[in-house]
């Protein structure tokens, strides 16, 4: 991690050191710089500093650093070892196994994305199993990209290897797979297509159907999407998704056992299992119901012999924060619990077999508060030094310094009004926010004080917007065009746009607004074109900076919002697609405002730079220069530097 600051002194600073370490600097200290080790946990930095007259300051200054290691975009399946009782977890869109040590939560990258661009399957891998003879895990992708492959990932050095499918090995062809499971000698996958249970040979590739609708007796399981192997009972739990059923499938004959549904223990019927977690002292399953629509997310049990079905954790049995999303889950024999990876905000969470009460074993939590944050606009109070923030719960306050949240506008005030907040802004002068809904095509004026919120301006929603103090007015793109709205009439006059303003006009309709601090310029992106352009916000001239044809470099396709450093002469734009491959993953795209030149930000898990899985929105605080966004996935504020790189998470509910 780099650590960076500044120092100053009535006379020459002559070093500058952190913990013991020492700094480098170009300017005499003014501007310092130093790589410094990051641990799991807390991390306290001293620095101290020395002028040329011999005086030492040793605690000139001292920040603390929590870690919880690597920041995992979308976690979706995980696998356990009860060996070892470490985790391996498979970040989906990050196309990356993720480690995690169950005492600590403690997030270790193990391998990330391909260099060969055959293997990648960002956003399409669906299942994760644990291979502890040859310390690999295998992958299966939904055949979204066309792949249909079962493919082996090397623990230690990141190397994968096509193990199945697209031309290796014989016999049926691999369908669009859901799950994967590995013997314990690692010789055999059983992958899960729909109602088919495959056997794959590792060694050759070659693949055999134990269980389908002509093959093995019982009922069909149609829907597979959750399964556990129990190779000491020879048998394959598999839940339906469709049915809300489970099953046991023999691996020999593969006949089909209709374990429990809705017949059997109705006073806790299974509702939308996607995964299966088993204890073989007590021959119990457990069921990760995600809650689909009106179904309750829970843990569930059932007994294999008699089928009866237990509620082990929900919203109305247990204690500890509410599991949203489980997508995933296993036993762990060592502690006697179950562990369940809840996909909404990331958080993989403890549960008590007994009691159902929850507690979190890894998460990305950062300050105090339930409201969630990451899910859509954000805009600056630089008074107040806070964010404020988009939710499903209105309007949500975070603190710059402590990451706590807070209510700031309750979505109660919208009923009958709109559907909730698109893009947003701020005004420090007045301290009232301001807001579009997508749906309703208006813009609202939020006075915290009146507690009331009020329609501005009817003539559509914006596509970015930003106050304008000096002028009273806000600076937005509506209907195709920079405009201004006068914010006490809601009246509209073009700045830039149509036949106002020379320069390329814009092609399709421009996407994301930010300006300048005095307020003369403005830029925004075209999404026909591909371009960033220049609006001067006195004439309305436009000019295009950077595009297919301006600058080199990354291409702005599934550019979403940005800021610009004018005195740094840079642009920074969200970049957030649903297959982030490894050519075009996603992040932070860098533009030079002089060339046009495009880079994406640097992203290694190993310099805390990790990255960022699905960027919304990007402010910048001028006063320090720092970047925060929204990231959608992580459901967490992120702050970054953009002079090192280095990110971590700003705030985040548990």
Known sequence: MTVRGTCSDASTIVSVSVNGIAATSSDDFENWQVEMSVASGLNDYVVSATDSEGNTDDFAADVSVESSGFLWGDPVKMDYDPATGQLYVLDSLLDSIVQVDLDSGYRTLLAGPPSDGYFDMSGVSQDVAFDATFNRALLVDAGWAGKKVIVGVDLITGQRTLLSGNGVGSGPSLPSMRNVSVSAD?????????????????????????????????????????????????????????????????????????????????????????????????????????????????????????????????????????????????????????????????????????????????????????????????????????????DSDGLVAVDLLTGDRTLWMDSSLLLGMAEGVYNLAYSTSSGKAYFDDSDWGMIYEFDPEAGTVEVLNTLGETSGMVVDEAAGALIAIQGGAVVSIDLTTGAVTTISGGTTGSGPAFAGGPYGLTVNDARTVAWTLDYNLDALFRVDLTTGAREIVSDATTGTGDSLEDIGTLVVDESAGKAYLTRAQLYGSAYAPNGLIIVDLATGDRVLMDQDSNSSRSPLAWPDSIIRDSATGLLYLSDSRMQAIIVVDPITGCNGVRSAAE
């Not at 959750?226 to 339906?240: C, F, K, Q, T, Y």
């Not at 059997?264 to 939308?272: L, S, W």
């Not at 088993?278 to 997310?297: F, H, M, T």
Request: proline content about 4%; charged content about 20%.
């Open 186 to 390: 690692g010789l055999t996958a059983y992958v899960t297509a729909y109602s088919t249970l495959f056997e794959v040979d590792l060694t050759t590739g070659d693949r055999s159907i134990i269980s389908d609708t002509s093959t093995g007796s019982g009922p069909d399981f149609k829907t597979g999407n959750g399964v556990h192997l129990d190779e000491g009972g020879n048998r394959m739990l598999i839940a339906s998704l469709s049915t809300d059923e489970l099953f046991a499938v023999d691996l020999t004959s593969g006949d089909r056992t209709l374990l429990s549904d809705e017949t059997v223990g109705t006073a806790d019927p299974i509702t939308y299992p996607v995964d299966v977690g088993y204890d073989p002292i007590l021959d119990r399953a457990y069921l990760a119901e995600y809650g689909y629509g009106s179904k309750v997310p829970g843990l569930l049990g059932v007994d294999l012999v008699t089928g009866e079905q237990t509620m082990i954790s929900d919203e109305s049995t247990g204690t500890g924060s509410l599991m949203a999303n489980p997508a995933s889950v296993d036993w762990d024999p060592i502690d006697g619990r179950a562990i369940v990876l809840d996909v909404s905000g990331n958080h993989l969470v403890s549960v008590d077999a007994v009691t159902g009460d929850r507690s979190p074993i890894s998460d990305v939590s950062v300050g105090l508060g339930s409201e969630g944050v990451g899910s859509g606009a954000i805009a600056l109070d630089s008074v107040n030094q806070r964010l404020i923030c988009s």
